[in-house]
């Protein structure tokens, strides 16, 4: 655990006009708007809101804030917000969403993004190129957090976790100085940010490897959810030989009559299907075969260019209060596939939006070449269990999540991935000894505990 910190006089008020003014107090005019994270179920009241534009107003802020005797939380888009609720009263959150910074090195098939990038400007980016980032399902996931945090994409059975893909980092430490960390130099950083989730300090920039990916056969399968249990029942048994070269997803869908859902779909309940195949059409087709001859009702797979595979998935795109929380699951036999149908389909009475489960397996299931603290995920799938505020208040819709990942508990992988578990012990995110070794580096690089970190308790 880190050293307590001595607690001088907080005053927030020290902060004004560093970031080039870009620092909202409590009742300033802007408090209200800087402090919204994407994920508006967190309603936090930090004790200042900095918005700086390069590591040196990062460094000048951190610095400010340290002798106000403040601590840090870093954000980029707040979709990680949930585990830092009520825990920002003594902190200035510090928003890296202004630095936009973004490079892509052709030759070297690589991208340097600063902290504010998100993964659609790195999907842009590199496909004009003919080239591919291993961005999020939704293309306003942030590069940092995600990347920190491990990252799994539509290319993770092939490729691995997006933090393995990580060649250096840049930070800004506690005590307001610079870092690069690569292979070569201040090599513990490097471990610690593919994967080990922050902590240790205010990443600035990011480099990484792209993929050389041009197309994918991509596309989804829909029924209306009676079908679950056949459904879920011939996906689980096509997950267990496909090969790595394809990522799937299923879904049991109760999708609302909003917006940002597709028409055909809206106000329906419905088993989706969700996978992307690197390769040719005629490769991709055979793959799925298996899956169309279920007699979808809706069939989208087409080859398409790889930024579309960043639309694939329908994740609401503006700011959402959302409930997620998941677990890793080995198999899915027939005995889970009915507790799942049970608690989440139909007549199961759930509120949840949807309950997701990732196919995992691949080359995450083997040690990334690139050492990091997460460099595999132990479970062959990751079931999540997603929510709205429908009325019945959180508590509701949390109970939901959890009679429904309880039902999966004797499959149930004691490792978590803890980027879309934001209930689970700290612990439970890495190995005992990549869990031992980042508490090291993140007491060497912050001493007296100066930053928020979601996931820095100690957990069980
Ligand atoms: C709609 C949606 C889709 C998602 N899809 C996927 C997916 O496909 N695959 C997957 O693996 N995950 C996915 N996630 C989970 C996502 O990866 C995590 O929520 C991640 O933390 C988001 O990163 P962010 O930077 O956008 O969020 P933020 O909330 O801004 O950041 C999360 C945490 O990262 C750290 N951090 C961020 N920026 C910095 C920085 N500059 N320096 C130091 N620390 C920093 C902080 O600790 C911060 O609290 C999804 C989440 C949502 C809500």
Redesign the pocket.
């Known amino acids: 655990m880190p050293l307590p910190r001595p607690l001088p006089a907080v005053d927030a008020a020290a902060l004004r006009g560093l970031a080039g003014g870009a620092v909202h107090l409590p009742g300033d005019p802007l408090y209200d708007e800087a402090r919204m994270?994407?994920?508006l179920q967190v309603d936090e009241h930090p004790a200042a809101v900095a918005y700086p534009a390069d590591p040196h107003e990062v460094s000048r802020t951190v610095r400010a804030a340290a002798e106000a005797g403040l601590r840090v939380?870093?954000?980029?888009?707040?979709?990680?917000?949930p585990?830092?609720a009520g825990r920002l009263g003594d902190a200035v959150l510090l928003r890296?969403s202004a630095m936009t910074g973004l490079r892509v090195d052709v030759a070297g098939r690589t991208a340097r993004a600063d902290?504010g990038v998100?993964w659609g400007d790195v999907v842009t980016r590199a496909g004009r190129v003919g080239l591919a980032g291993m961005?999020?399902?939704?293309p306003?996931?942030?590069?940092?957090?995600?990347s920190?945090?491990?990252?799994?994409?539509w290319y993770a059975r092939r490729h691995g976790l997006?933090c393995s893909a990580i060649t250096a980092v840049e930070?800004v430490l506690a005590d307001g100085t610079f870092v690069r960390a690569t292979e070569d130099h201040d090599t513990d950083l490097l471990w610690a940010a593919r994967g080990g989730?922050?902590?240790f300090?205010?990443?600035?920039s990011l480099e990484f490897d792209l993929l050389p990916i041009r197309t994918a056969y991509a596309g989804m399968l829909a029924w209306d959810w009676q079908h679950a249990r056949r459904v879920l029942t011939a996906w689980g048994g096509w997950t267990a030989d496909a090969p790595d070269e394809v990522t799937s997803v299923a879904r049991i869908f109760q999708v609302p009559d909003v917006g940002w859902l597709p028409a055909r779909l809206r106000d329906r309940k419905m088993v989706m299907i969700d996978a992307v195949a690197l390769g040719d059409a005629e490769t991709g087709a055979r793959t799925v075969a298996p899956l169309r001859a279920l007699r979808p009702e809706v069939d989208t797979f087409a080859q398409v260019p790889a930024s579309d595979v960043a639309h694939l998935?329908i994740?609401?795109q503006e700011p959402t209060a959302?409930y997620?929380n998941s677990v890793l699951v080995h198999g899915l036999p027939a005995d889970a596939v009915e507790a799942l149908v049970a608690s989440a389909g139909p007549g199961s009475g759930s509120n949840l939006l949807f309950v997701e489960l990732r196919q995992l397996g691949g080359a995450l299931a083997r040690p990334a070449p690139r050492a990091g603290a997460m460099d595999q995920l132990d479970g062959s799938f990751l079931v999540l269990g997603v929510g709205l505020d429908v009325g019945t208040g959180w508590s509701a819709v949390r109970e939901d999540a959890r009679r429904v990942l309880d039902s999966l508990a004797p499959w149930a992988s004691r490792a978590s991935?803890l980027?879309?578990a934001y209930e689970a012990a700290a612990r439970r995110g890495w190995s005992p000894a990549a869990y031992d070794r980042l508490q090291r580096i993140r007491r060497a690089a912050d001493p007296h505990g100066l930053?928020?970190?979601?996931q820095s308790g100690a957990g069980d």
Not at 148 to 153: A, K, N, Q, R
């Open positions: 994270p994407w994920n939380a870093p954000q980029g888009t707040g979709h990680g917000a585990p830092l890296t902290a998100l961005h999020m399902s939704s306003g996931v942030g590069v940092v957090g995600s920190l945090g491990g990252g799994v994409s997006q930070l989730s922050g902590g300090g205010v990443v600035t998935q994740d609401p959302v997620a991935y980027s879309m930053f928020v970190a979601p």
